[in-house]
Each structure stands twice: as structure tokens, then as C-alpha cells.
């Protein structure tokens, strides 16, 4: 039984250990949700992934992994705004592609319940930026709650659907890493009934926000806030516990850092805890202010809670000491850990703990040294091919800007093919700058998921500008980095149902590109070098865009076909005799399958890690790498 089909149990009270993810996915059933819309990002991805494979399940439910994020949020918005509760999830840098429709749906409101759940990346482990996606709450005026475990999670979101049907906001549902990948158990609710379809009534001088609605949306929007901070006032998801001279106020996964903290240290504290994090509760803040003489806050990354703690505190002429990040106590970068809680919560309370860090510092410098382990493309993924033809052809001299997803990693030696990277559908744009002011070749490299999510508008953009840049599609047939997950180019929907797939170089040429030619990279290495120079030329004789679509299924989607058929293709291997340790194999493609023989020097492959994709072969200068005879 997979745990999607777990999660579709209507089974109330059944107590089971769930990824916050995975809560949050049945939570959606719980609630009575009618539309999700996702663009997939970790570390929300388990959402999406759960959702998809539980939709097909469940009468009057429609689920999709929609283009980007902007796309996303604007289909489930009007489904809200239509009636019918509805969700929006995306990963912190999505709410910035979906900053214009967040905003104006905070004016317009909505009349079903509606939830944007977003996933900050603390410490950045898969996102280019620390997105502290709790200024979103507070510049839209619209509520926030964050929960700090699974449990939370589930129950959080319950609430927050009642929580917009109440006000007719939309509701902002914040996570970070370590809460969405935290296992913790869960127990089940009743899964509601939703409407099949419902009728929608029209009211134009309120969902059309002209100047002159817009203004006049404007007041209302900010009284309806000043009614969340009431409701805020008496929300059971803000809560005192504990008690002492101390006052802690924290929220989120901090939380549970503080708690496991206070019991490693010489002091006893009384903990405000705010699951509803936006608009805050001034008059329960003040009233906690005022029981201590001082106050320790606890947040991950900026200091927006402390802020809001030093603003009332002045307000109410409250004389409290009010410690945090200001004072350098807890720093604003990356995740926090129990360690980084209880350093901080002794420094700026000048208090002691029984653990000798010293002691188990020196303990851990007599472990052995793990050897570096940087994220690498897969063997056998068909990028690493592309790459190697890129950099081939153009000898290394050319600009490479690059874009979100596995050929990021290109940036690595020997590819080295990365040169910079704003944001997602970037690499187009930027090569159309770099071009203009450059005379030097500009070679963009762009994912299929990606090139559907936010590159057509800057294709259209260089065809109409006549921007003389070379651009590589690598359309590996998936959304690879994050799980996998369908885009319009694969063929199958977020309900899994099979579809006619957008061919991505008939769509360039619909956008007017002159020169589109599609290839394989892994048909013949020096056919694809030939095609890259051919192209680079073309843009250079003519000072136009040119697309070359390099297309090939991502290396674990052939993996696992060939697991499901047990159709194993003839395996590679080096001939000892022909190799004679040049180590181009191992210095121009680096795949990952392959090592030296610390004896012979010799280039090994490792059949365990082999994709057979035969690449290396058309590398070994000596013709030492073969295919074994079937």
C-alpha cells in the first residue's frame, strides 16, 4: 500500500507518522478542498506529488501542476473567488514569480476559502535565496499562520480555510524545510464532501480592480485586517506555557528548538507561542511584555517578529529588554538548530548550560574527514552529453548563462558551463543583455520544465529584438530536480490523465524563431558538437535567436523503465589493454560512474552506477571504452 493511498483512508482517528508534507496533503481532503494548484519546489514538493497520484480518487476534486507559479495562484484564486475552497502551494522564490496576482487577490478577496501555502529554505539547501516569505503577509495585509510540526500542519490548515471564509481574505500557510520534512504522527480527520460544480456570480466592481475600484478595495481590505487582529487576540494558535522571570516569544520550528533548549540550560522561562503570526496579537504581546523584565525572541532568518515585539513594546511604553538578532544574540542567516537556540538563549541571558560544547567539539575532530560529496549530474543523464558538446564546440570561450534546475550543476569542473543565473527562465534574458553589449558568443541553457514555466516571454522578446543568442533546450522529459513531476511538455496532467504534450521546438517556431533543429546527445557526441557550431554560426551571420532542442529522457526515468521491462542493454566497460591512462574520461566528461584504479591509473566503470548511455565512448581518444557483446 503506498502512503498516498494511506492518506485517502476515510478513517477519523487513525493515528498515523506522516511527513508535514504528507499532513498537509490530507488535510487538503479534510478540509473540503475543491482545486489545488501547484508548481512543484522543494521543500513543498511531497505535496504535489501525493496530491497528484490521490486526485483521480476523489469525486469533485481537480488537482494540476500548473506552468509557474503566477499561473498557479491565478487558477486557484478564481476558483475562490468563484465559490469553492481552493489552494495554491509553491516554494519561497515561487511567491516572488506570483507577487502580482497575491497582491491584487488581497484587495479583491475571495468568496470560498483560500490558502497559499509556501515553503521558506532556510540555509538554502535546493533555493538560490533565503526567501522570508513573512514580509508577503504583512506588505498584502492578508493573515499567516505557521505551524511548527506535522500535526500542526494538518490542523493549521483546517483553520486557516475557516479563517479566509471568515474574512474573505485569502490566507498565507508559511512552512520551512525542517517542518515540511519532519515525520511526526498525525491523527485523521473526516475526509468533507466538495461541490461538482457551483455558479458564478458576477460582481465586477469588486473583482476587477480598476484605479476606482482598487481604491476603494484598498480601506476595506485594511479594516478586514484590523478584524484578523482580534481574531488573533483569542486564537487558541497563540498560547503561553511555562513559567519564569524569563519571557520567550517564538514561533514555527524555533519552537520546538526552544523547548528542547530550556532543557539544557540553568533557567526556567514562560513561552509565547504565535501560530498566527500575522497580524500579531498587540494587546497579548503587551500583556506578556509586562509580566517579564526580559524577553528573548526566537525566529528564523529576519527579525520580523522582533520587530513587531519592539514596535509595542515603544507603543505602550513598556520598559522590557527585548533581545534578539538586533543584538547579534541569534544570527539572520540559514537554519536554526538546538544548539544555535541554546548558545544564543545563554549569551544574551548570561546563563549556564551543562554541556561542554569544547568537549564535544574535540570529539568530533577525531572523526574522519568525509571526503566532499557536491550534488553531480547523474551518470548517464543526457546533460552532462549537451554540456560536454557545449563547451567542446565553443572550446570554453564562449558566456554561458544558465537557468534553475540539474544543469545548474554544469557549473562544476570540467563543464564548467554556468556563468550566471538570476531566477528562473533567466538564462534567455540574460543572454539577450550579455549579447547586446558583448560581441562575444552567448550560449543559454534552459530545462523543458523551466523553458514551459518562464522563458516564452523572453524567447518572444529576442525574436522581436533580434538578440543574437544561441539557446539550448534540455528536454530531459521531466521536472527532474524536484521528483519528477509532469509539465505541459510530458504528455500527463496533475490528474494523471494522458494528453497531447506542447512540443517545445514547434512552439519556438511558433514564437517566430528562424533556426529550431532538435537532436538526441546521446545519438553521436561529434554530431552534436557539429550542430552546436552550426548553430553558433547562423546567430553570428545572421543576429538573430537560434534553439537547438537536445532531447533525451532523464537518466532515472530510463533507470526505471528498464527495472519495469528488465530490459538491460549490453554493459560498458574499459579495455585495459587500449586504455593508456590519458584521463580525458575522466577530466572532460566526469561522470560519476567512473574512477581511477589507484594502481594502473587506468579509468574504471562502476556497473553499479552506470546508466548506459555510452557517452564515454565517444570521449576515450584510444577507443579503450566498449560495449560488451550481447
Known sequence: MTKATVLLEDAPGKEILLLANEAIARGVFE?????????????????????????????????????????ALEVAGAAAVAGVRAMMICKGPGLNVAADPFFSLAYVGVRGGMVILVADDPSMWSSQNENDSRYYALMGNIPMLEPSDPSEAKAMLLQAYELSEMLELPVLLRTTTRVNHTRAPVIFGKIKERPETIHFIKDPFRFVPLPSVARKRHPILLETIE??????????????????????????????????????????????????THPVPDKTIADFLRRHRRVVVVEELEPFLETHVRRIAQLNKIEVEIMGKEQGYFPRVFEYSPRIVIEGLTKAINCNTPINWQEIDDRLKDLPTLPPRPPLLCAGCPHRASYYAIRTATRGKAIYPSDIGCYTLSIAPPLETAD?????????????????????????????STFFASALPGIASAVYNEHPISVVVLDNRTTAMTGHQPHPGTGVTGMQKQVTPLDISQVCKGLGVKYVKVVNPFDSIADLVAEVRKMVSWVRNNSLPAVLVSKEPCALLTAAERRRTGDFAPKYYVDEKLCNACKR???????????????????????????????CIAVCPQGAIKREVE
Open 420 to 448: 550566471i543565473l538570476f531566477d528562473m527562465g533567466s538564462s534567455i534574458t540574460t543572454a539577450c543583455g550579455i549579447a547586446k553589449v558583448t560581441k562575444q558568443d552567448v550560449i543559454a541553457t534552459i530545462g523543458d
Open 585 to 615: 574520461c575522466l577530466n572532460r566528461l566526469s561522470c560519476p560512474a567512473m574512477y581511477q584504479d589507484p594502481k594502473t591509473e587506468k579509468a574504471v566503470i562502476d556497473e553499479t552506477l552506470c546508466n548506459l548511455c555510452g557517452t
Open 31 to 71: 478540509a473540503g478542498v475543491r482545486l489545488v494548484a501547484v508548481y512543484p519546489g522543494t521543500p513543498s514538493s511531497e505535496i504535489g506529488n501525493n496530491l497528484t497520484f490521490m486526485a483521480p480518487h476523489i469525486p469533485n476534486f481537480y488537482f494540476e501542476f500548473s506552468a509557474n507559479e503566477k499561473v
Open 227 to 276: 478584524r484578523a487582529k482580534e481574531i488573533s487576540e483569542s486564537s487558541p494558535l497563540n498560547f503561553t506555557q511555562g513559567s519564569g522571570e524569563l519571557g520567550i516569544i517564538t514561533s514555527g520550528v524555533s519552537y520546538n528548538y526552544v523547548l528542547e533548549a530550556l532543557l539544557s540550560i540553568d533557567c526556567k522561562a514562560e513561552i509565547l507561542k504565535l501560530g498566527l
